[in-house]
């Protein structure tokens, strides 16, 4: 059983050294859990970000719940949580005692210029990972769902009510079927 102070520090070193939000974090995390920790398998991964993604809330702090509950509980959950935002409070609190006397220095400005493509590429590199795992006929749901949510303004949280009903016809009627009819 992992100790709450492993499970803190691991998510304090994430939330402290990833700038560009939740899903940035993402690779941080998959690293640390799967590669590093071997605390969840690569499927089991995939599955708890398809759940944080589901459930409101930044998508980073739901997997560290999710990761800290399935470890230790609501104990391991709430270390996660609190391995994962301590960071960024404790640094927003210094910016916003410094901010107004460095916002207009030019060196501060060009580095928050500078961090905008390292950011990108840290949200780019989750759904790339995400994809691998996905059978090749899903890509065309993933360009239809990004078609009707960009393109058309759906809401996501529409999109993701219609994929996961989708997903629950799918199990109970095709592969069910498939299953009675190879199991006569």
Known sequence: MERLSTLFTSFFKIGAFTFGGGYAMIP??????????????????????????????????????FIGYRLRGM???LATLLGSILPSFLIMLVIAL??????????????FKGMRPAVVALIVGPVISLARGMHRSLYIVVAAAALVIW????????????????????ELFIVGKKEKGGAR
């Open 75 to 77: 104990r391991g959950a």
């Open 28 to 65: 941080l995390i998959e690293r640390e859990v799967i590669d590093r920790r071997r605390w969840v398998a690569p499927e089991e991964f995939l599955d708890l970000l398809t759940l944080a993604q589901s459930v409101p809330g930044p998508v980073s702090l739901n997997t560290a719940v």
């Open 98 to 111: 410094f901010f107004t006397d460095v916002r207009q220095n030019p060196v501060v400005d060009a580095a």
């Open 151 to 170: 393109g058309l303004g759906c809401s996501p949280i529409l999109v993701l009510v219609a994929g996961a009903a989708c997903g629950i016809l799918w």
